[in-house]
């Protein structure tokens, strides 16, 4: 077996193609959007595009850094690194909130951003925990470290408060389900407390996170159904909560669902039926009331934010166009990206999603698609959309060729990361999916995000150019 | 167990999420573009209708009579309103911090509000981002006190508007006045937006599409705040606006000046044209007003009711809307009806018998020249019998009937008993009674010439603009032709209207009014004439004086008050240079007592450009005549 003889022997020349095209593409877009004529050259540090080149090159050079140590080292220091981006999660609650959430931390000139690099904390340290362990070995306790891992520094970032970074988070779940690390166990105990009732596994446990965000796109139906209170024609002048609406809705299917597992299951398993039908009766009605809960008790315009999305936004009255007001930021964006047709409106011709006119708002950060799609068009905006799914591709197939468990749930904790990121922010550009306000990966400008992901794919591509060493 | 299978589910995530990003892509960017493409230029684009300045109007000696005077407009955007110090800001521009604050929830009510047909509501689209005036039409002097301060209350800028001025405060019935357009007007013609200015009468409205000149248009890409910046594709689709070159009016400016000067203290008219071309020298209605009153909405909200209510009606126009009876100014006409239709000679004499009418002492009259120069009703009562009652019937009630729709056919060819197609609004048509007219008023075949005689002297029924007057003498001036009467001399560099270089000939040849010119010049120039005050050393003046018989209705009985007093004269009598009609209302006097000597003054400082008839002169001017009501 040929030991690597060179430190790019094994190198991944396809994802660092992508990468510095990503890279290039949004130093363009950030140039076209943020042009100022008082500052022509593309290296002026006092504009954005100045500011981008140079948080490549500090970025090109951590990954230089990353590059050099041994893959080895990231693996023994896991528990460190992880505390390190932790202490910064919380050294950051106490600094003076910038628009009101504490999530930067200055250094000099410059602020970062603890939460862009606590990703990267999570993931080796999750994948280091989830290495140790043999598949046949897992238990409640596993399940419960695992989620520890995620969730503290999750917690912590819900504190600054920053929404966008606590969504992206979840994308842990599916690196745990990818591992097939099972909720079983902590499903199993819950279930066998009930007297006579003994699993040896639940389809939910084991395919939990796949089946929880099912359900929770079909709790998104639930706000649609209850959003309306109810007016009776008995009770005139009163309002019932809509969600008696979706109670009645689960009542029913679950006795619907009851008389149908009778028939089906043999007459021994009547009771099982019965449990099965009580147990998605009491799950449902819970999740569902938690959902419509939360829901109400959240912040008034990320509430809007979601009525929006859903289509079941009703404007007080007096407020003026929903597309003047709360959906501002949504319409415009989307008038960016509508208007660029198919071929665009031509490089540096954007006059809705650019700086010089602010109609769509953080058009450099996390609005960078709509410029993009407005001056490239659908030729354009197809191509970065292709090119997206193509480097998740990529990162997934590194990681399925990696002999060590620890790199491949590292890989995958990159390639969901990148995916969440990709996938939330294009889908809000183009409406599909509620604002949340995360960046574009390697395209929006902004230090922080450029070097967490260029850290992150660094990192891959160590090891994946060490993945031979190792025998596992 | 093995897990690899469970990469699928992850991959099939990636891939579905990327499809279904790009169908909705190709839905956003290739189907429904249109529709964003319009929500793009809603918001980010904007069309700017550049309105030139209205077009500058110059006198026939190239005096600046409506020109366009800067002022300034002190602009608010709520948004930007921060720290407001409304004590202090009030005390910038003489405002109690209460009148300050009215004044923004004046604006925010009543600024924006418009008429939604769809809602059939008055809406008001007040937005915070938009620039709303806080102050109107500021003087240079005015907002140079107040700019300096201007940076300290943000949201407050100065934006430079123009307004008219009429240098020579004379001519305001002639030149009319703007005023802001109704809601009706802009729903009638898109060039109009609210606050924009039109023409309410005069030239200013006749002219109205000439005055106001081209809309350019600007195509402008623009910032959420609304600000510009900068313009759409380079200018592609841009338009200039484009001013009018200038209008140039006949008016004499100072001749009109003068007139009005003449008429002070007086009611009444005087109507100056250039027989030559049918340009209005001067068109005096007195009382008149300063045009500049009317300029701006400070100033029209102040005086405009004032000008209404005014019993002596400054704001209409008397040449144009006034119908007065002619009197004797009229027997001229009769003389050259008379001798076309043949039924009286050059030569012809009828005894002053003052039978039927009234006369004054003078020898009988033994020509036309003659009548004229006496005036003499009982000939002019004979000669007008022979027009209407030619014994073409047996039927002297059926021959009437037939006369005198020959004499009106004549009269409408001097441009009488129809409205003149001058170029202005308001003009009425007097009166030339027909055989309809009197048919309607007595019945058929009820009566004939002895009923309706009073129309031989220019009385009874007949009734004359005091413009159709001066277009009368103009036409005796051309002996037999005119030109409509008309203000503007050229638009933009061309020509007048093409129907003023028509030459409209009346049913009488030429050769029939020597006799009746000279009979005007003896009236003038000969002892016993009736206009010796007319007179002006070293020109021949031809004229016609009338006293008019006034009566009013009070309490349903006609009541006899004073006597006006009307000249028509034009001078030179060869290559005559200005015709002029002049009324005097209710002086008690005769046509040769007021009017004539008003209108030889008017000529004299035409001709002559400046007046030596002192006396004269400082008579009229000293005269309190009208009656003030």
Sequence with gaps: MRKNDSITGNFDWILFGIYILLIVFGISTIYSVTYNPEHPSIFSFSEMYGRQIFFVGVSLFLGLLVFLIDSDIYRKFSIPIYLFTLSLLIIVLFTKPINGAHSWLGLGAFGIQPGEFAKIGTAILLANYMSSFNVKQQNGQTVIVSLAIIAIPMLLILLQPDAGTFVVFTAFFFVMYREGLTFDPIVLRIVNAIPGVRFKSTWLGTHFIPILFVVVFLLVITLIISHKPILLDAYPGEEFSGYWRMFIALFVTSILGYLIMRSIFAKRDARRALVIALMAFSTSVALTATVQFGFESLPPHQKTRIELWLGIYEPEEGTGKVEDGADYNRSRAMTAVGSGGFSGKGYREANVATTKTEHVPECETDFIFSPWAEERGFVGSIFLVILYTFLLLRVITIAERQRSKYNRVYAYSVAMILFYHFAINIGMNIGLVPIIGIPLPLFSYGGSSMMAFSVMIFLLLKLDSQRKDVLN | ?629
């Design chain 2, 1 to 629: 167990m093995n897990f690899d299978t469970r990469k699928y589910v992850i991959i099939s995530f990636f891939v579905i999420t990327g499809l279904m990003y790009g169908i909705k892509l190709f839905y956003m960017q290739v189907v429904d573009t249109e529709t964003w493409k319009l929500e793009a230029q809603r918001i980010a684009e904007r069309r700017i209708e550049v309105t030139p300045p209205r077009a500058v109007v110059f006198d026939r000696n190239g005096n600046k009579v409506i020109e366009n005077k800067t002022y300034y407009n002190l602009m608010m955007i709520e948004e930007e309103m921060v720290d407001f110090d409304t004590v202090a800001f009030g005390k910038l521009i003489g405002m109690t911090k209460e009148e300050v604050l009215a004044r923004i929830e004046e604006i925010k009510e009543g600024e924006g509000k418009y008429f939604n047909p769809h809602t059939k509501e008055y809406q008001t689209n007040y937005q915070r981002i938009r620039p709303y005036p806080f102050l109107k039409e500021l003087t240079a002097d005015e907002i140079a006190r107040i700019a300096p301060q201007l940076d300290n209350f943000k949201g407050f800028y100065e934006e430079v508007t123009s307004m008219r001025n009429y240098p020579y405060r004379s001519g305001a019935n002639i030149l009319g006045y703007l005023a802001e357009v109704t809601q009706e007007e802009i729903d009638r013609d898109r060039f109009y937006k609210p606050a924009y200015k039109i023409g309410r009468a005069g030239i200013e409205r006749f002219y109205e599409k000439e005055f106001r000149g081209k809309k350019g248009v600007k195509y402008i890409v623009t910032s959420a705040r609304q600000n510009t910046v900068g313009s759409f594709e380079d200018g592609r689709y841009d338009t200039t606006a484009i001013q009018s070159q200038g209008i140039v009016l006949g008016l004499d400016i100072d001749l009109q000046a003068y007139g009005e000067k003449l008429m002070q203290n007086k009611k009444g008219c005087i109507v100056a044209i250039e027989p030559a071309t049918g340009e209005i020298l001067a068109m005096v209605s007195a009382p008149t007003y300063d045009p500049n009153l009317l300029v701006g909405r400070k100033n029209i909200n102040e005086h405009y009711p004032k000008l209404v209510e005014d019993g002596n009606k400054p704001l209409f126009p008397r040449p144009l809307a006034s119908e007065y009876m002619p009197g004797s100014t009229f027997k001229p006409i009769q003389a050259l009806i008379a001798m076309q239709e043949g039924v009286v000679q050059a030569n012809t004499g009828f005894p002053c018998n003052k039978s039927v009418v009234g006369c004054h002492n003078h020898p009988h009259p033994g020509s036309v020249t003659q009548a004229v120069q006496y005036s003499c009703n009982p000939y002019f009562y004979a000669l007008t019998r022979r027009i209407i009652q030619q014994g073409k019937h047996k039927s002297s009630f059926k021959d009437s009937e037939v006369g005198i729709d020959i004499w009106a056919e004549y009269m409408h060819s001097f441009g009488l008993g129809k409205k003149l197609k001058t170029d202005i609004t308001g003009l009425r048509a007097g009166n030339i009674p027909d055989s309809k007219y009197y048919d309607h008023w007595r019945g058929k075949g009820q009566w004939k010439f002895s009923a309706i005689q009073s129309i031989s002297i220019g009385q009874g029924e007949v009734q004359l603009t005091p413009l159709q007057m001066a277009n009368v003498a103009a036409i005796m001036a051309n002996r037999g032709w005119f030109y409509t009467p008309h203000f503007v001399k050229s638009i933009d560099g061309g020509g007048p209207r093409e129907e003023y270089t028509v030459k409209n000939r009346t049913m009488v040849d030429s050769k029939h009014f020597p006799p009746v010119v000279e009979g005007m010049r003896r009236c003038v120039h000969e002892p016993g004439g009736t206009a010796s005050r007319a007179r002006i050393p070293g020109v021949i003046t031809c004229g016609k004086t009338g006293t008019v018989e006034n009566f009013k209705l009070v309490n349903g009985r006609l009541i006899k008050k004073p006597n006006h007093s009307v000249f028509i004269a034009f001078a030179p009598m060869d290559n005559p240079k200005i015709a002029i009609a002049v009324f005097v209302e209710n002086t008690g006097g005769g046509g040769g007592t007021w009017a004539a000597p008003i209108a030889s003054l008017v000529i004299e400082k035409y001709l002559n450009g400046e007046v030596k008839s002192v006396e004269k002169e400082k008579r009229i001017l000293d005269a309190k005549l009208s009656l003030w009501e």
